[in-house]
């Protein structure tokens, strides 16, 4: 049996670490953003700037990620 740190048929992803985490956050901020928008629009005024700030935080990281992906792809 070969060990494990000389085993060629590892797949090794591509794009880095950058893209994946940046899109898994901005999943999940755009998650929790759907899932207070609900108990924010019965609340107060104040309420809202906890969906808005998630929102905020997934378009962020959307963004971020384009600008990753647009990179690798000059580079």
Do not use: H, K, W
């Not at 999940?28 to 809202?48: Q, R, W």
């Amino acid at each position: 049996m070969v060990p494990e740190s000389n085993r060629d048929d590892r797949s090794v992803f591509s794009d880095g670490f950058a893209v994946p985490i940046t899109g898994l956050l901005s999943v999940l901020f755009a998650l929790l953003t759907g899932m207070s928008v609900a108990p924010a629009l019965s609340g107060s005024l104040g309420d809202l700037a906890l969906p808005v700030s998630f929102g905020a935080s997934s378009i962020v990281c959307f963004r971020l990620r384009q600008r990753y992906l647009a990179a690798r792809e000059g580079s």
